[in-house]
């Protein structure tokens, strides 16, 4: 049996699930693996806090010179942020320690350099945790999927949101309400503009670039949207237009060398779409791959325990897979977002009862400057009325003239994506005699 | 550049399908994995036969002994069947190649004897083609989900059926009209037994018990009803409840060295969970695992494509992971289908018309003889009636009482397995502070 000792840095949610993990499943890991791992040190701020694990009370320390001092092979960041944490994870690498981690700020800002810094080290990194929790996505993408070339990702990668949206679109509840709840409850943070404005899906969204396309984005320059501004209302629009809204995290690449489109908005999703129907805290992530079409993974995208299974598969796999590829990254033209996509929606809220057969009069007008509209709906909400149009070659600069030429008072103009059926709508008959089973 | 030599069996739909993606993706391949693949010779068994490939007549042979004296270190099996495939993959192991199949039924079969074989030449037989398609399901039970104990697994894995009944509850259309309309289309064999009567799902359902469980279940030992006499109304009455039907593969093993439970069925579904809304043509597996909880893997089960695919992605691992542990299967106590789920789904087509509040009147007869019922429905279908009940502690030999007691002319009594609600649907609090993101 091969022993190898490992450090935890952190003690927190991602730490205490790998900790468990290691002790409750020791045994399959060794009988799948062959080998015994071993925490030696858990690095923590305060050794005196009550911690939700027994007997590791000698193992905790607060200097990271300990941990290097112990004689590990594997270091676990669990400690989140980027500082201290990003100067830890390049001494642990420069110590020749393979380094295993779920901090997808950290990978999203760094990880191209800490990557590098580990092949010139002849070490591995490994951040399956860092997007999807428990969802192996990275590993399908890099060892299950390679031989395709991936040209399109799409994912619900943020828990809180889709929670978020999901409490709205099934409850009716406003969003105010849904967050004050879930921050009481303890699902979403105090501060929740990492989550709630899209700023965490940005990072998982860059992160899976990287795996998927082999380019480097930087955060920043991926257009985003957070979902402060849905309403009950447009929830119920968008589902009698056939249609759920999620906060999507969408990239799409055109050629191998090409330009990549890139995207975190709430997005209507048909609801035929194996996307559309993923609630709660779960998480989805939606791959395209010229081959083998589609494949799409759900589970749950964060907790303890889906993310301390990731920590831990990657842990074993430290000696078990072979490491990424040497090519380093391109940097690729980035598309303004939305450009690529051919429909939209366009929520128009008044200040005045609208009739139903408005739609068809406005419908009339769009179609007059060139708008096409496959679908309208008058939708009256306590005195005021929303008018929602799916549309075809949107111009913006129509935001400032229809109010005139319409008269009405609007309160505000909305616009957003429109994700693509996915093959299983478009029930494509590509399946030859014999071959469906 | 390394370089491997390959010999394909068979140039139908697979064979085609993995002789294109292996020009097609030449350079993506030798880009992520270093190796350049050749395809050296084709077993077919007609040499005159129009082929869907250019450039491959030099390479077609129509004898076994050719193949072997190409000098290829991989043969690429894409004949289907149990003879003469049988034979040639043991020769081929044998000879010392590693071996790649689609084959779900002689993988399903003699899968465990063919392994044994492999290891003790040293070579690989890989197989991720034989379910779910271009699903890479079965190397994600071996390599990324390895850590977890695998206690269950529930699949959509037959394309044909589920289109069928996609077909039927989404356009009313009679299984009858569907599997005619599709069987002329080229969906279903013109003998479409092995697919509508679930023989095809349980070759895969022996398949996944072996890689998720370690375990060797015989294909016969496993319970198969099939989906023909699924009706229109039925599907209506199940969506009604909530429920989706899917003809549905499950797995579950109670404790590491217990008995496990195993049935390919027609099965309620909850709408909301994952697998409830995967629409035609589409495979989904779903996976439960004690610490990453569940994970649920959809794509497309069949087809040239997606099915080439998954052959090429094995190819390209054969050299890149590490083969499966050299454990001997044990073969599991086989619990009675049906006897460890909570909830059935008990229907009653009677020949006379019934009035709503008989309903009540039935529940209440149940519940005296201890059925205990958590829903009902009156269902008036042309004259008839369908009596639904989603029942627990259902007791077969009602069968033969109630229409006695009851008074009526019961045409059919039919009950079917309920799926439990997934962790989505429960909304577990499980999730700690700061987590969900």
């Given at each position: 049996m091969k022993r190898v000792n490992v450090a935890l840095l952190g003690l927190g949610t991602v730490g205490t699930g790998t900790y468990k993990m290691l002790q409750s499943n020791q045994d399959v890991i060794a009988r799948k693996t062959g080998t015994l791992f071993e925490v030696r040190r858990i690095l923590v701020r305060d050794l005196t806090k009550k911690r939700k694990v027994e007997g590791v009370k000698h193992l905790l320390t607060t200097r990271f010179e300990d941990v290097l001092d112990a004689g590990v092979q594997v270091v676990i960041e669990a400690m989140g942020g980027i500082e201290p944490t990003r100067t830890y994870v390049m001494k642990a690498i420069e110590a020749g320690c393979h380094v295993v981690t779920a901090n997808k700020e950290l990978i999203a800002k760094h990880g191209v350099e800490l990557e590098q810094l580990a092949r010139g080290k002849g070490v591995q990194l490994l951040y399956e945790a860092s997007?999807?929790?428990?969802i192996p996505v990275l590993g399908t993408l890099q060892h299950l999927l390679k031989a395709n070339r991936i040209h399109k990702v799409s994912g619900i990668v943020n828990?809180?949101?889709?929670?978020?949206?999901?409490?709205?679109?099934?409850?009716?509840?406003?969003?105010?309400?849904?967050?004050?709840?879930?921050q009481e409850k303890g699902y979403a943070e105090a501060d929740p503009t990492a989550d709630v404005e899209g700023f965490d899906s940005a990072h998982k969204l860059a992160?899976?670039?990287?795996?998927?396309?082999g380019v480097d984005v930087a955060v920043d320059d991926i257009p985003r949207k957070g979902i402060t501004d849905i309403t009950v209302a447009e929830l119920e629009i968008a589902r009698r237009l056939g249609y759920s809204i999620k906060l999507l995290a969408q990239a799409e690449q055109y050629g191998e060398e090409g330009p990549v489109a890139l995207q975190v908005a709430p997005t209507l999703v048909p609801l035929s779409h194996p996307l559309s129907g993923v609630r709660g805290v779960y998480n989805a992530i939606h791959v395209e791959g010229d081959v083998v079409q589609d494949v799409t993974l759900v589970g749950q995208g964060a907790g303890e325990q889906p993310t301390g299974s990731a920590v831990v598969e990657d842990l074993c796999n430290v000696y078990r897979l072979p490491a990424l590829r040497a090519a380093s990254l391109r940097r690729p033209m980035i598309l303004p977002a939305g450009?690529?996509?051919g429909i939209q929606f366009l929520l128009i809220e008044t200040e005045e009862v609208l009739a139903a057969d408005v739609a068809d009069k406005w419908k009339a007008d769009l179609l007059d400057t060139g708008i096409q509209v496959l679908d309208a709906l008058i939708y009256p909400d306590h005195g005021r009325s929303h008018a929602a149009f799916l549309?075809?070659?949107?111009?913006?600069?129509?935001?400032?003239?229809?109010?005139v030429?319409?008269?009405?008072?609007?309160?505000?103009?909305?616009?957003?994506?429109?994700?693509?059926?996915?093959?299983?709508?478009?029930?494509?008959?590509v399946v030859s005699a014999g071959s469906v089973s």
């Open positions: 997007v999807g929790g428990g828990g809180t949101c889709n929670y978020i949206l999901t409490q709205m679109s099934e409850y009716g509840r406003s969003f105010d309400s849904v967050l004050a709840e879930a992160i899976l670039c990287r795996l998927a396309f450009e690529e996509s549309v075809r070659n949107w111009e913006p600069r129509l935001v400032s003239v229809l109010p030429e319409w008269e009405v008072s609007i309160k505000r103009i909305i616009t957003r994506p429109v994700l693509a059926a996915s093959v299983a709508q478009e029930e494509k008959e």
